[in-house]
């Protein structure tokens, strides 16, 4: 097991993007119009999973992490829900736009360049998001193991990502880098793309217990993304520590 998760080449391709993180028409326009399913789908497990009554804000008290959040994309929604927020991403650059974009909207959210085993936490959290991540860094296992151990038992780890199929090769990579120009081209490499049973035994091995996995699907003629049975390109999971 290597001592860290961090692909230096995997930085420099988000470095280059870094200052589109909050353009809805950029680069990172497939985030934008992904991201309502995501905290959709967060966000009904969350109040399901810590039984919450509160309607307004109702993640309040909840230490939540997203690692490798980019720019806040996702940080900063979790945060208005109501969570006490903490972000971390291996990209100095990165953090500098989520630590500015918080600032000018008065968030007040942590945010460190760091990835979860170099992560100095004093404190365990509720809640991990370990969103379109996965399938970028080096040594997953560390990356699991480490995310792991900065979860409180009985808390919850949400990871979504790409599974391993011919059909998330077509779809996630020729379809959506080489035809419709979703993404820059070389963004994902299909080798580190993770099946959903791979990920299951994998967090097994470090007390998280998966309880849910779904598939997340671009609907064309609607321009938007749904929850669906079909995991064969893109899903969502939860996971328990036990």
Known sequence: MANNTIIKEEIEKFNKMAEEWWDPNGKFKPLHKFNPIRIEYI???????????????PFSGLEILDIGCGGGLLTEPMYRLGGKLTGIDASQKNIKIAKTHAYKNKLKINYFCASPEKLKAKKRFDVI???????????????????????????????????????????????????????????????????????????????????????????ILQDKWNLSLNTKVNYISKFKKF
């Open 43 to 57: 966000k009904n497990n969350i109040i399901k999973e810590f039984n919450i009554k509160k309607i307004k804000k």
């Open 129 to 219: 998001l370990n969103m379109e991540i996965v399938e970028h860094v080096d040594d997953l296992e560390l990356f699991i193991k480490s995310s792991s151990k900065l979860l409180k038992k009985g808390g919850i780890m949400f990871v979504a990502t790409i599974n391993k199929t011919l059909k998330s090769y077509v779809f996630a990579i020729i379809g959506a880098e080489y035809i419709l120009n979703w993404l820059p081209v070389g963004t994902h490499d299909w080798f580190k793309f993770v099946k959903p049973d791979e990920l299951k035994i994998l967090c097994q091995r470090y007390d998280l217990q998966n309880s849910e996995i779904r598939g997340l699907n671009y609907n």
